[in-house]
């Protein structure tokens, strides 16, 4: 299995706080994703980043920033959660851009 | 970007082959040809991928038409544990952000 992890895995946050979701990878590939899942979708890609400082907009991109600042880590903030926001978030990582991807064991986010 | 249509849902024996057919008329030249799958309550996991060629690897078959309108992942031999969502992803290299797009893919029942 790709060295991939999420933490937390679980969390249950307030509407309005701000939530941090981590991923990390020691596969030293190059692209790292951010997408949700909710019932009723497939996953729809949040943030992307293809190198460190990288990054760029997916397609649910409002209300979500992230971060790179290690090719190990990604990070996605939510700056105010809310309700709308819960969901199953999965990181996933890829060697190239028309690579496979690698994909994490989620994180259950529910804001409250 | 081009889209895909899968059947909402399938239903198989164990031990039988399956065939999951996959259609995207409007295809592009650079798109290739992506199948995912994910199990309950686990993140998507890479299958096999393709562009033009008829593609092998140790846990399914893609067969592209010669049109590449449509193709098909064929699991030579299902068991229980292929019992998952197929998700059948197009991925272009002509513009527009990286990552994959998840529609809402097939459904695989096997029956033992």
């Known amino acids: 299995d790709a060295g991939i992890t999420q933490s937390p895995r679980h969390k249950v946050t307030e509407t309005g706080t701000p939530v941090t979701l981590r991923c990390h990878q020691t596969?030293?590939?190059?692209?790292m994703y951010w997408y949700r899942q909710d019932p009723g979708h497939g996953l729809r890609l949040i943030h992307y980043?293809?190198?460190?400082?990288?990054?760029d907009k997916g397609e649910v991109s409002d209300g979500y920033s992230v971060s790179r600042s290690k090719t190990e880590d990604f990070l996605l903030t939510l700056e105010s959660a809310t309700s709308s926001q819960t969901s199953v978030y999965f990181c996933?990582?890829?060697?190239?851009?028309?690579?496979?991807?690698?994909f994490g064991p989620g994180t259950r986010l529910t804001v409250t | 970007d081009a889209k895909t249509t899968q059947p909402n849902s399938m239903e198989s024996n164990e031990e039988e082959p399956v065939h999951l057919p996959c259609n995207h008329s409007?295809?592009?030249?650079?798109?290739?040809i992506h199948w995912y799958r994910q199990l309950p309550s686990q993140g998507p996991e890479y299958v096999i991928h393709?562009?033009?060629s008829n593609v092998n690897n140790r846990m399914a078959s893609l067969a592209i038409a010669e049109d590449r309108k449509s193709s098909t992942l064929i699991l030579h031999r299902a068991t229980l544990r292929d019992a998952a969502v197929y998700y059948c992803?197009?991925?272009?290299?002509?513009?527009?952000?990286?990552?994959?797009?998840f529609g809402k893919g097939t459904h695989l029942i096997i029956q033992p």
């Open positions: 409007t295809i592009s030249g650079t798109d290739y």
């Open positions: 980043s293809y190198g460190v400082k990288d990054t």
């Open positions: 992803i197009l991925s272009s290299s002509g513009g527009g952000a990286d990552g994959l797009t």
């Open positions: 596969e030293n590939h190059r692209y």
């Open positions: 393709g562009l033009t």
């Open positions: 996933a990582i890829s060697g190239g851009r028309f690579d496979e991807q690698y």
